[in-house]
């Protein structure tokens, strides 16, 4: 077995390459510079690195994944061009989408968070329950402590991050443009 102390610098690259292989889960810079024995700064070109031969740059021929930023960490993904192909193949014979109802809460949640479930129904107007329990299932959301009332509160996952194609939360888009203005809400109210 080959220690990382004894790898040279072509050597990283391909152990690099075998963790990013097998991660199930986004993993940080950090982790990866401690895994293959490298600083910070050169686990990042070698990332870049990796990144930019698998895109085809360079005068290598892309490929079918890419390895991309994702949920505070990097990991390989299929290509973009090539979802539809691939989801044809994983997916063959499964419906697991989330339902209307699923994907509205999920949203109070992801802006929202950490928030109760009494909070959530509040917004949308129902009960949550079984939503809440089927969204904790999926490892969409978990638990985020609870309130000094004891009511548990819920915010998103790193693999709601990495689905979503996002780093954080923050990356989330903004709101605002799609509310009503002030005039339409004060008339709203009246009712």
Do not use: C
């Amino acid at each position: 077995m080959q220690r990382t102390d004894d790898l040279n610098p072509r050597d990283h690259l391909a152990a690099l390459e075998a963790i990013l292989m097998v991660a199930e889960t986004p993993l940080t810079e950090e982790t990866l510079a401690d895994a293959v024995g490298v600083s910070g700064a050169q686990i990042g070109e070698l990332l870049q690195e990796l990144a930019s031969d698998y895109e085809g740059v360079g005068g290598s021929r892309p490929r079918g994944f890419r390895l991309l930023q994702r949920a505070g960490g990097w990991r390989i993904y299929s290509a973009p061009e090539y979802q539809r192909i691939v989801a044809e193949v994983v997916l063959a014979g499964q419906t697991s989408r989330l339902t209307q109802a699923a994907l509205e809460t999920l949203a109070v949640i992801a802006y929202r968070q950490p928030v109760t479930r009494g909070r959530i129904s509040a917004i949308r107007g129902v009960n949550v329950d079984s939503v809440v329990r089927t969204l904790l299932a999926r490892g969409l959301i978990e638990e985020a402590g609870s309130e000094d009332s004891g009511a548990m509160r819920y915010q998103t996952t790193t693999y709601f991050l990495e689905k979503m194609g996002l780093n954080s939360v923050q990356d989330l888009p903004p709101l605002a443009p799609y509310l009503p203005d002030g005039e339409e809400l004060e008339s709203e109210e009246e009712w």
